[in-house]
């Protein structure tokens, strides 16, 4: 496959889920019990992600704690933090 194929093709596949989502994650649920966001491993880090779920979970005087982490053939992990009483 020539690269001015290839080049453009690659540049799709990438930036599907942004372009989908329009940022580098989605938030699937976020309430007073847990936050369920997916994102994009190529686009943003689970530092960042991590740092969005303590934002929901503060908003109810909450912290979050990792509950489960799947990942994609594609890259995009879905995570589910638990909102847990604040120590």
Not at 18 to 37: E, F, K, L
Not at 39 to 63: E, V
Request: aromatic share 8%; charged share 20%; with cysteine.
């Amino acid at each position: 496959m020539s690269a001015k194929i290839l080049v453009p093709m690659l540049a799709v596949v990438l930036g599907g889920c942004v372009a989908v989502w329009g940022q580098s994650y989605s938030i699937d649920s976020a309430n007073a019990d847990a936050v369920t966001v997916k994102y994009d491993t190529n686009f943003t880090t689970a530092d960042h992600i991590r740092t969005l779920a303590d934002q929901s979970c503060r908003r109810y005087g909450k912290t979050a704690r990792l509950r489960e982490r799947n990942r994609s053939i594609w890259q995009i992990v879905t995570v589910t933090y638990d909102c847990v009483a604040a120590k």
